[in-house]
């Protein structure tokens, strides 16, 4: 079946340094999406981002990640870390078929100290 | 447009109890999840619906989980007899098929100790 693989366990990175979280996926359909979720401690899950076509970039709040479905990857990237980034992120993907069932990987915690 | 809304946010229960879980999606999202997340882990998808429909529960111990959505709204999450094994977060979320989005809205979860 599909499967989502991310950077897992704990990243901790300085303040300022870049930020990079790998996710790969397999799936067999060609037309797979992927989603970039952040976890707060003490809030629910909600999207960071989202992909879009093969080898385009997508940004949101200083993050960004392209889909390359060469490699099948959707990595997360920032170019300079902030205190505030510290949380738990997953990438996941819907599944594209017909009946998008969602996969998630299992987390990476990024924690950013001064 | 008020969030995803779970009830209740904590319960601990002994092996063998029995608990029910809540979620009310944002009002207009045809499609449902059940997450079991486990500490240290990622979401494990339980459930989902689609309205009132099961889409897919291969993932849900159906000895001892059950779960419906009725009229395609509210749902619930029943554990008959808990085991400690079953000691985790369980998240709801919720979407709209429509429009291609699927991004999912999460509730706060609910946090479930088996002693």
């Known amino acids: 079946g599909d499967s989502v693989t991310q950077t897992e366990g704990l990243v901790t990175l300085t303040e300022g340094l870049p930020v990079m979280l790998n996710c790969t996926y397999q799936t067999i359909y060609s037309n797979a999406f992927l989603f970039w979720y952040v976890h707060y401690l003490n809030e629910s899950p909600w999207l960071l981002l989202r992909s879009s076509t093969d080898n385009k970039r997508t940004e949101h709040q200083g993050f960004h990640a392209t889909l390359h479905k060469s490699s099948s990857s959707f990595h997360l990237q920032k170019s300079s870390a902030q205190l505030s980034d510290s949380a738990l992120y997953y990438c996941?993907?819907?599944?594209?078929?017909?009946?998008?069932?969602?996969?998630f990987g299992k987390g990476t915690s990024l924690v950013v100290h001064p | 447009e008020a969030g995803v809304t779970q009830s209740p946010r904590y319960a601990v229960l002994q092996e063998g109890q029995a608990v029910s879980f809540w979620c009310d999606p944002i009002s207009g999202h045809d499609t449902l999840y059940w997450y079991q997340q486990p500490r240290d882990q990622g979401p494990q998808l339980l459930v989902y619906?689609?309205?009132?429909?099961?889409?897919?529960n291969s993932q849900l111990p159906s000895d001892r989980f059950s779960a419906v959505r009725p009229k395609g709204t509210n749902s619930t999450l029943k554990i008959q007899s808990a085991k400690q094994g079953d000691t985790a977060t369980y998240l709801c979320?919720?979407?709209?098929?429509?429009?291609?989005?699927?991004?999912?809205?999460f509730g706060p979860g609910t946090r479930l100790t088996v002693l």
């Open positions: 996941a993907s819907p599944t594209s078929g017909g009946n998008y069932k969602p996969t």
């Open positions: 979320a919720s979407s709209r098929t429509w429009g291609g989005s699927y991004e999912q809205y």
């Open positions: 619906f689609r309205d009132e429909a099961v889409i897919d």
